[in-house]
């Protein structure tokens, strides 16, 4: 059975980002067919300005909110990252292995540091290493495939690089990986600024629509998202980006494809309308399985305790070996 990992990171509330390119994929498909982990991978909230009771806080409600889109833990493995040492134990090896001008390529990072930098809040080093991070989190579980949004590919590709660059120097020891993505919602775009990604930390939240908005709060965003001025109703994601990310988000919530759903509609009215509800609806039995998740923490946290266990056990031979092909010597 393939093995998959994926991780979401507790940095805010999770998006419909977060749930249409990742996790509704984790909760309706990869569960069933793969041997599969999850992890709220809470080191990578360190990355940048963080606050520590915040970070805490998120990290049990995205942990809350993964188990209720559906994640069965009878199924599949729901952990939270720094609650298994091999994530870090294996993560200074790997940046034993990468090279600094990769790292210093990565999109992400370039964007994020002079996002920090002009906050004058100064770039974090864990910022330009947490690819390596998150390599480490991959490679440590012998993993097949990697199902991420688009955001995620270069990363997934720095994971693949440094598995075989580390085979090819100590021997085998790590799958290579490669990443999957889904159909439709690989990217959903920010409804107040459709030339870029809907993430958690935007600026303004008027554009980004989260997993626990009430109905109205979902109908209001979806209401004033930002389109084109054009009389006719097209999918052009180069042309016409805001169109396109709400026939995108209607087709990823309901099926169908967003260029034929374009051609069923002959106004923006109808059309915000329409995915404003099928959000809307897609969503309502998340926050309902929240709330009564939320109200037993105990349950949430026995969940966690146990999947950190699995995931240790399963994690600690291929780390182990890591150690000692790359030349460390075993404790005696
Ligand atoms: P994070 O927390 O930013 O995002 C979690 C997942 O959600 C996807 N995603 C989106 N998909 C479509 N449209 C969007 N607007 C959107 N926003 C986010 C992301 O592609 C991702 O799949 N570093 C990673 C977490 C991570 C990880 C890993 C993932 C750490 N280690 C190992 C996979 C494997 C991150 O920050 O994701």
């Known amino acids: 059975m393939k093995r998959i990992f994926s991780g979401i ?3 805010g509330h999770l998006t419909l980002g977060n749930y249409l390119g990742a996790v509704r994929r984790w909760v309706e498909e990869e569960q069933y067919r793969t041997d599969a982990l999850f992890s709220v991978v809470d080191l990578h909230a ?6 520590p009771a915040r ?4 990290t ?3 942990a809350t909110l993964l ?9 599949c493995t729901v952990f939270v990252q720094s609650h298994v040492d091999e994530h870090t134990r294996l993560s200074y090896l790997l940046e034993c292995t990468a090279a600094d001008g990769e790292l210093r390529r990565m999109i992400q990072y370039r964007e994020k540091a002079s996002r920090a930098e002009a906050a004058g809040q100064g770039v974090r080093l864990s910022l330009l290493t947490c690819p390596v991070l998150m390599a480490a989190d991959i490679l440590a579980y012998g993993t097949d495939e990697v199902p991420v949004g688009e955001d995620r590919t270069q990363h997934v590709e720095l994971a693949r690089d440094l598995a075989v660059r580390f085979n090819r120097r100590y021997g085998h020891t790590f799958t290579v ?4 993505r889904p159909r439709v919602g690989a990217r959903v775009m920010d409804l107040q600024d459709p030339t870029s990604t809907m993430g958690k930390s935007h600026a303004s939240p008027a554009g980004i629509v989260h997993l626990l908005d009430d109905a109205d709060t979902v109908r209001r965003k979806v209401g004033r998202a930002v389109t084109d001025s054009g009389s006719e109703l097209v999918y052009d994601r ?3 980006p805001g169109l396109a990310n709400l026939l995108d988000v209607l087709a990823a919530c309901g099926g169908g494809d967003p260029r034929d759903l374009a051609g069923a509609y002959t106004s923006y009215g109808a059309l915000k309308k329409d995915a404003a509800e099928a959000v809307v609806e897609l969503l309502a039995p998340v926050r309902k399985r929240h709330a009564e998740l939320a109200s037993d923490p105990a349950y949430v946290g026995g969940v966690l305790r146990e999947g950190a266990e699995r995931a240790r056990a399963m994690a600690r031979p291929r780390v182990d070996t890591a150690y000692r092909a790359i030349g460390l010597l075993p404790p005696g």
Not at 46 to 51: E, G, N, P, R
Not at 55 to 58: A, E, F, K, T
Not at 67 to 75: H, I, M, Q, S, V
Not at 177 to 180: D, E, F, L, Q, V
């Open 9 to 11: 990171k507790p940095t």
């Open 46 to 51: 360190l990355t940048v300005h963080h606050d």
């Open 55 to 58: 970070v805490r806080r998120l």
């Open 60 to 62: 049990l409600q995205a």
């Open 67 to 75: 188990l209720a889109a559906g994640l069965d833990p009878a199924r």
């Open 177 to 180: 990986p490669r990443a999957t």
């Open 238 to 240: 180069a042309e016409r």
